[in-house]
């Protein structure tokens, strides 16, 4: 635009790469600040170890800088950014999804095996109830506890049990001052306290009679390992003898006779979270119920809100209606509502003695509309209708317009009726560009966990069935009942089962779109 | 249509790009002042260790709205002892157990949190809590919130907080209350304007706890209690004792004693509106009952079954995590709560009897001092991980018992039984 002539000689120079213009430098100062954040992020995870995040930030600050300082890539610097956080945000999460799928990932199997064996051996310490007021003591590097027994002071170390000690000065129970070594002032024993937390001093010879330790580094406690763990054979004995050993299909050490201890740790579990939701009777038998209600809610739900939004939308299309710029923001209102906050507020208007439907409406009369199985979803199904509708509505008023009025005029030639040309005009013209849009709703309202969860919470609960799970409960909020409601968070169970569900949502879109794109070409 | 796609991902993704720099460094900048992002709660890692207890260092506590206040009071006290810094971060209730289970394997999670005791079962379970030194304090606390910290001979919490429900009476109604809970629905039920003999709140999906008071009266606890008065997995309300529960609750229904139709807000709300002469309810709700003018009182919950009624006592502690890299000045913090002047600080900020027998034996509030004797005989709701699903299957039956949904009380009863014994 600026310069024609260069244009025609030279390959143009972009803004960004002219030393002359002000792109450059605006370019410059961008690239400075992300490699500045780069560096940033890539230090602070060399402090935290995080090698994964680490990789990630190189590799993406490397590609960065050669993509917008090369000649080449120029496709790539409008891809770039959005790349990134599409894999940061959507591919992550979703590998994640997958990868927790295969685990057993939830309540018991919290964390990784080494922290698994530690917390097990730090709770399964039996205090023996004997608590002495403790110096630590640092003789020359090597840590040991100084406790006052029957009026005699004592001291000890990892190696060596407790043994009288000579030349000790002792106040109120307390040895305060000793001849070798330096007792330690409570900054120092904070500043090694994981040398102090972790040590160990047997009270005698016998190692029956147990040992001290201290948590707060001013009182010791008498105590005796109820478990040991062998590391060479990564087992657990307890006192009796019985062997605890490490099961790692399952991630859980376990005796033979089937006594776990707790925690476990996480493992993969390959497809046992999958075939879970049909081998498990409690489960499978209410799953296909469920999943019957939840193609029954959907379609119902597309089919409602679509019926009436053009309906609507064919009304008020009519220039022979007076006011429908009103009309049309009015019905537009529920749409602008939060849904989450419509359907709380349509809880309280269900409620059987209180609501305003049976109060004021129905003249008193105590219709249980959220407490019965069949009420419970025709309300749902009401309810996502007042909600559902103003979308279709604006869409097929959109759609409406879009159709040339030539075409209903022809029809009108050929001497159809309105009801004959709606349908063989209208109707087939609108589905081209609405029908993607149905199907969105459908896959939507498949997955319409909020409205659910707000308004039946799922219930009213089969009565007397083995799992919480209600007859209003379509398969994403069953996922959730089952997954964490009955207070056993299992992480892994319910991103297989969210998987099952995105296979069976893509499927149905799958077919969908075909469908739709057969009915292009009728166009 | 594709195309426009790509562009506007790319336009947002450059606006995004603007702010994108700090989503790389979430996790690295511990901040130092409390706020109530996760970030902050960052324990100080690698090299910071070694060069915090110059100051005493920092330890981070989780605690929710109500208890922030009173947990930066403590941290000021504890600080001019030890020279170690709190940092109190608020959390939502709810979300400080589910958070700390997830968080704490991170090494992000907080050094201490304060909650209930009854997600004990669950913290252990997922081994995110470590055990404190507590054999020779026992002593000077109340048994029942030691035991409810108590888990497989291990006490994972210092406790500070008791509560439970009780009858409270409205002193204008009535003046004197009878011996059996019949005779108190009597009595109710002929006062004049009154509409309900008392209030025990239910709603759509029951309340198991609020009725717990009358199914102990029935010998019929949820579990069997061992000579420790620890819970075994058994169900107490198994067989004759807790099929009579069953078949008096559904009287009651039918008499139109119990409804499910009154909530916790309708049956506050009905109370203080002089409905009826009786509520069983707990302190959350005896304050605004007192501010809004009622003369009331607080009393045990008399019989129905015989028994001696017990209710559920829910104690309030703080955990050390089992992942605190600071784990030393914890377990001192968590000593000093157990000392009297840090148990009244809790008591004034808070209003709950505290655990330390010293200092609830200088509670003088009458109606908290009714709500302990009421209270004396109660048990710790239990802790285990499957307590959520028993809730569950308790509250739901006795709703549709209640409500008439079940009419074969002691059918539902056993189902429910068997059900909650499915779990296990």
């Known amino acids: 635009m600026n310069d024609i002539k260069s244009q025609a000689t030279t390959p143009q120079l972009s803004h960004a790469r002219d030393l002359s213009r002000p792109g450059f430098y605006v370019k410059l100062a961008l690239m400075a600040l992300v490699n500045a954040f780069g560096v940033y992020g890539i230090l602070a995870s060399y402090a935290q170890e995080q090698w994964a995040i680490l990789g990630v930030l190189v590799v993406t600050l490397i590609a960065a800088d050669y993509i917008y300082f090369s000649k080449r890539a120029i496709p790539a610097k409008y891809l770039f950014p959005g790349l990134v956080f599409l894999i940061v945000y959507q591919l992550f999460v979703m590998g994640m999804t997958a990868y927790v799928a295969f685990t057993n990932y939830g309540d018991g199997h919290n964390d990784s095996k080494p922290a698994a064996v530690r917390q097990i051996s730090l709770t399964s310490e039996v205090q023996g109830g004997e608590s002495f007021p403790l110096t630590v003591i640092d003789r020359g590097g090597e840590l040991g506890f100084a406790v006052v027994v029957d009026g005699e002071a004592r001291f000890g170390t990892e190696e060596e049990a407790l043994a009288p000690l000579d030349g000790a000065t002792v106040e109120n129970d307390r040895v305060v001052a000793v001849e070798d070594g330096e007792i330690l002032g409570m900054p120092q024993i904070v500043e090694r306290q994981e040398e102090v937390l972790g040590l160990r001093v047997p009270v005698s010879d016998e190692p029956e009679d147990g040992s001290l330790r201290t948590r707060n580094g001013t009182t010791a406690t008498t105590s005796l390992p109820a478990l040991k763990y062998d590391e060479a054979t990564d087992t657990f004995t307890n006192a009796e003898g019985k062997l605890f050993r490490a099961n790692s299909d399952q991630g859980v050490f376990v005796a033979d006779d089937g006594e776990e201890l707790s925690p476990g740790w996480r493992v993969v579990v390959g497809f046992d979270n999958f075939t879970q939701m049909f081998t498990d009777s409690r489960i499978s038998s209410l799953f296909a119920s469920s999943l019957g209600w939840t193609f029954a809610f959907a379609i119902l739900s597309v089919f409602t809100t679509f019926a009436l939004g053009l309906f609507l939308a064919v009304i008020f299309n009519d220039p022979r209606v007076k006011g429908r710029v009103i009309y049309r923001a009015l019905f537009i209102l529920p749409y602008a509502f939060p849904g989450f906050l419509a359907a709380l507020v349509w809880r309280g208007m269900l409620n059987r003695q209180f609501g305003f439907v049976n109060q004021v409406l129905l003249d008193g009369n105590a219709i249980n509309w959220l407490g019965d199985g069949n009420l419970a979803k025709l309300s749902i199904i009401m309810v996502n209708l007042w909600l559902g509708f103003p979308y279709m509505f604006l869409v097929c008023t959109g759609a409406l317009q879009s159709i040339p009025g030539e075409l209903t005029e022809a029809g009108m030639i050929d001497g159809a009726g309105p009801i004959k040309r709606f349908f063989n005009v209208t109707l087939p013209i609108l589905m081209v560009s609405v029908a993607p849009l149905l199907i969105a709703s459908f896959a939507f309202n498949f997955n319409n966990f909020s409205l659910i969860y707000m308004l039946t919470g799922g219930g009213p609960n089969y009565p007397g069935a083995p799992i919480l799970v209600g007859e209003t409960d379509i398969l994403i909020s069953m996922v959730y009942a089952i997954s964490f409601e009955g207070g056993n968070r299992q992480y892994g169970l319910a991103s297989a089962l969210s998987i099952i569900i995105f296979v069976v949502v893509g499927f149905i879109s799958w077919l969908g779109f075909r469908q739709t794109r057969k009915l292009e070409e009728i166009m | ?424």
């Open chain 2, 1 to 424: 249509m594709r195309k426009s796609l790509i562009a506007l991902a790319a336009g947002v993704s450059v606006v995004l790009t603007a702010c994108g720099g700090g989503t790389a460094d979430t996790n690295e900048t511990p901040e130092p002042t409390a706020s109530e992002t996760t970030e902050a709660t960052e324990s100080p890692s690698g090299e910071a260790t070694s060069e915090a207890p110059a100051d005493g260092g920092t330890l981070t506590i989780w605690a929710d709205e109500t208890r922030v206040a009173a947990f930066q009071q403590l941290g000021e006290m504890f600080g001019e002892e030890s020279g170690v810094t709190l940092d109190v971060v608020q959390k939502p209730t709810g979300d400080i157990g589910q958070d700390f289970i997830a968080q704490a394997p991170t090494g992000q999670g907080p050094d201490m949190i304060v909650t209930a005791h009854d997600g004990l079962g669950q913290l252990v379970e997922n081994g995110v809590v470590a055990p404190i030194d507590f054999a020779s304090k026992a002593d000077l606390f109340n048994p029942v919130a030691v035991q409810a910290f108590t888990l497989e001979g291990n006490v994972y919490g210092v406790p500070y907080a008791m509560e439970n429900i009780a009858l409270v009476r409205n002193n204008e109604l009535v003046q004197d209350t009878p011996a059996t809970f019949d005779e108190l629905i009597a009595q109710g039920k002929a006062v004049e304007g009154a509409e309900f003999p008392i209030i025990i709140q239910q709603g759509p999906s029951g309340d198991a706890y609020h009725l717990y008071p009358i199914q102990t009266s029935f010998g019929a606890p949820v579990f069997v209690t061992d000579e420790n008065g620890d819970y075994t997995t058994e169900l107490g309300m198994e067989g004759e004792n807790g099929t009579k529960f069953a078949e008096y609750i559904q009287k009651l229904g039918k008499d139109g004693v119990l409804s499910a139709d009154l909530g916790g807000d309708q049956a506050k709300q009905a109370f203080l509106d002089g409905k009826s002469p009786y509520m069983i309810t707990g302190p959350w709700w005896t304050s605004e009952f007192v501010d809004a003018g009622m003369d009331i009182s607080v009393l045990p919950v008399p019989s129905a079954g015989g028994e001696t009624a017990a209710p559920f006592v829910g104690v309030q502690g703080v955990y050390v995590s089992s992942y605190s890299e600071n784990a030393l000045p914890a377990n001192q913090f968590v000593d000093f709560l157990s000392t009297k002047e840090a148990q009244d600080v809790l008591f004034e900020q808070g209003g709950r009897v505290p655990a330390l027998i010293e200092s609830a034996e200088a509670v003088d509030d009458e109606l908290l001092q009714g709500f302990n004797e009421a209270g004396a005989e109660g048990q710790p709701m239990p802790v285990i991980p499957e307590m959520a699903a028993v809730w569950e299957f308790w509250g739901g039956t006795e709703v549709a018992i209640i409500n008439g949904t079940s009419p074969d009380a002691a059918a539902a009863w056993q189902t429910m039984n068997d059900n909650i014994k499915a779990k296990f």
